[in-house]
């Protein structure tokens, strides 16, 4: 059973920073592409930044040049550190792993940007 674990959310002020972890287990991490989404209250769910198996990386505007996505295959997770932080960011996270034929979805971490 594949299981996707985030951690790292929380409060945090305006030009601050926070990293975020999906810790994997169950399946081959390797294989996937992962993605990094959120969801802020009232709105779809968008996608933040995404890496592919080999490690190729694209963002969402919003997000360029302050968000950054990595993975660690041995450790099976992924990390998505947040500079710069702007209340806009506040949403749920969301990790995704994702193959043509599997979709795995993590439970969500909450990240707050106020003073």
């Known amino acids: 059973q594949v299981q996707l674990v985030e951690s790292g959310g929380g409060l945090v002020q305006p030009g601050g920073s926070l990293r975020l972890s999906c810790a994997a287990s169950g399946t081959i991490f390797s294989l996937y592409v992962v993605g990094w989404y959120r969801q802020a209250p009232g709105k779809q769910r968008e996608l933040v930044a995404m890496i592919t198996t080999g490690g190729s990386t694209n963002y969402a505007d919003s997000v360029k040049g302050r968000f950054t996505i990595s993975r660690d295959n041995a450790k099976r997770t992924a990390y998505l550190q947040m500079n710069s932080l702007k209340p806009e960011d506040t949403a749920v996270y969301y990790c995704?792993?994702?193959?043509?034929?599997?979709?795995?979805w993590g439970q969500g971490t909450q990240v707050t940007v106020s003073s």
């Open positions: 995704n792993l994702a193959t043509l034929s599997h979709d795995y």
